[in-house]
Every structure is written in structure tokens, then in C-alpha cells.
């Protein structure tokens, strides 16, 4: 059995800036992952 995990515990200190980043684009690369399976 093989664990996949994303960690998001942690500081995290945002600038503001005019522009939000682009959430569709973030996910993209998120929701084209597929595990695989082992043997």
C-alpha cells in the first residue's frame, strides 16, 4: 500500500497584490493526477 500526502500545516504569509492568482489554473495540474496503483 503506497501513501500519497499533501502536508499544509505551516506559516504561510501572503503579499496583496491587484491580481489573484488564477485558482482554475492551480487545479488543473491537481485534478490530472492520478495515483498509481502498485503491484
Do not use: C, Q
Not at 504561510?12 to 498509481?36: A, N, T
Amino acid at each position: 500500500m503506497a501513501w500519497h500526502n499533501i502536508n499544509l500545516k505551516g506559516t504561510y504569509h501572503f503579499e496583496l497584490s491587484e491580481k489573484l492568482p488564477d485558482l482554475e489554473e492551480l487545479m488543473r495540474s491537481i485534478e490530472g493526477y492520478l495515483p498509481v496503483s502498485e503491484k
